[in-house]
C-alpha cells in the first residue's frame, strides 16, 4: 500500500477517515471473542435464577477499585486478534493497550491510549495509510474536534467502545440473571452467570457522562437489551465479561475480557507532544 499526502488524502478522506474508525473502534479496545484468556476448567450445572442485586453490586465493586488489568481476545466482522492493557476504572475514562489484530492476510499491531475525549492510537498500518513520519507515529483524534469537522458522530468510539469500565457500566442495569456453573478463571473459582442488562435502566442509574455513555451505545447500537456473560469471584469482584458489541452497520463483535490486578496504581500519560500528529491534518481537514 503506497503512503498518501496533502490533496490526495484530503480527496478521499472521508474513506481514509472510515478505516481509521473501524481502527480506532477495535484499538480503544476491543473486543471480541468466543472464549476467555487463560486456561478454565467449568462445571456446568442447571440454571437457577439469582437476584440482580449480586451483579449490580459486583459489578459496583469492581469499579470502587479504580483500576484493573485486561486481557482480551477478539473475533468478528472479518476481525480477529488478542491484546491487554490497563484502565482507570473511574471518571477519568484512561487506559492504554496493546492488541495484534488480524485484518484479511495481515496481522496488525495497534497501540493506544485514551485520555477522556482524546484517542492517540499507533499502528504501521495508520503510519503507512497516512504517509506519517518516522518520528510522528501517533495520531492524535480529538473525537469531539473531528465529529464537527466532518459532521460524523466519532465521540462514539470512545463512549461506545468496549472496555472494561463500559462493561461494568452496562452491568449497573442487570435484569434477569441466572447463575449457570463454576468455572475457574486464570487460576481464579468463579460463578458463572447469564445476565440480561437493560441498558436504559442502566442509564438512568447513572449520571453525568456516565449516563450520556450509555444513551451513546442505545443509539449507537440501536439495542436496549444486552445478554451478557459474567464471572464474579468469591471476593465479589467482576473476573471475566463477555457479550456481543453491535455496530451501526450491523455488524456486530464478541467481546470477552479477562479482568485481573484490581486496585494497582495506574498512571495514564499521552504520548510526548513531539511525537504527535494531529488527526485533522492527517487526514487534510485543514
Avoid at 36 to 64: E, F, T
Avoid at 129 to 144: A, I, N, P, T, V
Amino acid at each position: 500500500m503506497e503512503a498518501r499526502h496533502g490533496h490526495e488524502v484530503a480527496a478521499d478522506g472521508a474513506d481514509v477517515l472510515m478505516r481509521l474508525s473501524a481502527i480506532a473502534a477495535i484499538a480503544v479496545v476491543v473486543a471480541l471473542a468466543v472464549a476467555g484468556c487463560g486456561s478454565s476448567k467449568s462445571k456446568q450445572a442447571a440454571a437457577k435464577p439469582v437476584s440482580s442485586a449480586l451483579i449490580v453490586n459486583a459489578a459496583s465493586k469492581s469499579v470502587r477499585s479504580g483500576s484493573v488489568e485486561a486481557d482480551f481476545k477478539l473475533a468478528g466482522s472479518g476481525v480477529n486478534g488478542s491484546g491487554s492493557g490497563v484502565f482507570n476504572t473511574g471518571p477519568s475514562r484512561s487506559g492504554q493497550l496493546s492488541m495484534k489484530i488480524q485484518l484479511q492476510s495481515a496481522q496488525v499491531p495497534i497501540d493506544s491510549v485514551i485520555t477522556g475525549n482524546v484517542l492517540y492510537i499507533r499502528s504501521p498500518a495508520l503510519t503507512q495509510q497516512l504517509g506519517l513520519s518516522r518520528d510522528k507515529q501517533w495520531l492524535k483524534l480529538d473525537l469531539g474536534q473531528l465529529a464537527q469537522q466532518r459532521g460524523i458522530d466519532l465521540s462514539s468510539l470512545a463512549n461506545a467502545s468496549p472496555t472494561p469500565a463500559s462493561a461494568l457500566l452496562y452491568l449497573r442495569g442487570a435484569g434477569n440473571v441466572q447463575e449457570v456453573g463454576h468455572e475457574t478463571v486464570d487460576g481464579v473459582d468463579t460463578t458463572h452467570y447469564r445476565v440480561t442488562v437493560d441498558l436504559e435502566r442502566a442509564a438512568a442509574r447513572s449520571n453525568g457522562s456516565e449516563r450520556e455513555s450509555l444513551r451513546r451505545v442505545i443509539q449507537t447500537s440501536g439495542a436496549k437489551k444486552l445478554p451478557i456473560g459474567v464471572w464474579v469471584d468469591a471476593d465479589g469482584y467482576v473476573r471475566k465479561v463477555r457479550y456481543a458489541q453491535r455496530e451501526a452497520a450491523g455488524r456486530s463483535v464478541v467481546v470477552t475480557m479477562n479482568l485481573h490486578d484490581y486496585g494497582a496504581p495506574v498512571t495514564i500519560k499521552p504520548p510526548p507532544a513531539d511525537t504527535v500528529v494531529d488527526a485533522s491534518k492527517a487526514l487534510g481537514a485543514g
